[in-house]
């Protein structure tokens, strides 16, 4: 299968890549895809929330009144659950979530993302290009190019790139990884999908 390849000016170049028809002409399993999306976002959750039980309550040492004689109910504590101030009954605590799919399902997912971005043709090829300074008008002109400076972008580089990732991190929208960094949600969490040509290969060893 070949892609189009485009110049950071969003003019095409007339040359064309080849790309893996297992990553980018597949068969695409919507399950897969579910499955991934779904330990990918349980995987994120942190568990952090949580209530305060009886024993975490200060207070509440000493019996508030005696057993018996005053014709009310007993009570052993002024921090049991059903007095103001008191304890949470089965409240949440903090808990690990976690959620595994395997190699396999994982490698599915990825390739039906990218087949169905092929298919909507909602994936460009863009030359590789370098900036010189960190300047997010840069970056923006190179969208603008596109047409993406609306859209909900994700840009996938070859290698680690501190002045792409400083230029383009204000700007609404756009996301910058690493191909190999990039998971199913990321592919899926945009509209279109800009791939600098040698992050191609990157792309597709990583299953």
Known sequence: MELEVYSKDGVATGRKVNVSDEMFAAEVNDHAVYLTVQSYLTNNRQGTVATKTRSMVSGGGKKPWKQKGRGTARSGSSRSPIWRGGGKVHGPQPHPYFYKVSKKIKSIAKASALTGKCKDEQIKVVEDFKLETAKTRQVFSVLKSFGLHNDKTLVLVPDYDSTMLLAGRNIKNLKI??????????????????????AIKKLEGVK
């Open 177 to 198: 990884l690493m191909a190999q960094d990039a998971s199913v949600y990321d592919l899926l969490n945009c509209k279109t999908l800009l791939v600098m040509e040698s």
